[in-house]
Nanobody, 124 residues
Framework: QVHLVESGGGLVQAGGSLRLSCEAS????????VGWFRQAPGKEREFVTV????????YYADSVKGRFTSSRDNAKNTLYLQMNSLKPEDTAVYYC?????????????????WGQGTQVTVSS
């Protein structure tokens, strides 16, 4: 059974930083493309970033480009999201997700497995 467990969320002031982690189990993590999505209250879940298992290629939403960095440690079955220069509009529940295949997909429907999410709140 596949499990994705996020951690690292919390409350931070605008301009601050947080590092999220997502630990995976029940799948061959190194063969999955993984990503982060977020969902703010009253809004649809949106793409943040994706990192492929092939060469570790990454792709970011324009709204976070230059501020967020995703990385993966296949030996630890863990995905990370370093978030810097946080803004109040980054406030959301952040979810990690995994999909088989190497394509850098950005649609929620393309991902097979999801974590339960971790809350990130940025105060102004």
């Amino acid at each position: 059974q596949v499990h994705l467990v996020e951690s690292g969320g919390g409350l931070v002031q605008a301009g601050g930083s947080l590092r999220l982690s997502c630990e995976a189990s029940g799948l061959t993590f190194s063969r999955y493309t993984v990503g982060w999505f977020r969902q703010a209250p009253g809004k649809e879940r949106e793409f943040v970033t994706v990192i492929s298992w092939i060469g570790g290629n990454t792709y970011y939403a324009d709204s976070v480009k230059g501020r967020f960095t995703s990385s993966r440690d296949n030996a630890k079955n863990t995905l990370y999201l370093q978030m810097n220069s946080l803004k109040p509009e980054d406030t959301a529940v952040y979810y990690c997700a995994a999909r088989s295949g190497g394509a850098l997909q950005t649609l929620t429907s393309e991902f097979n497995y999801w974590g339960q999410g971790t809350q990130v709140t940025v105060s102004s």
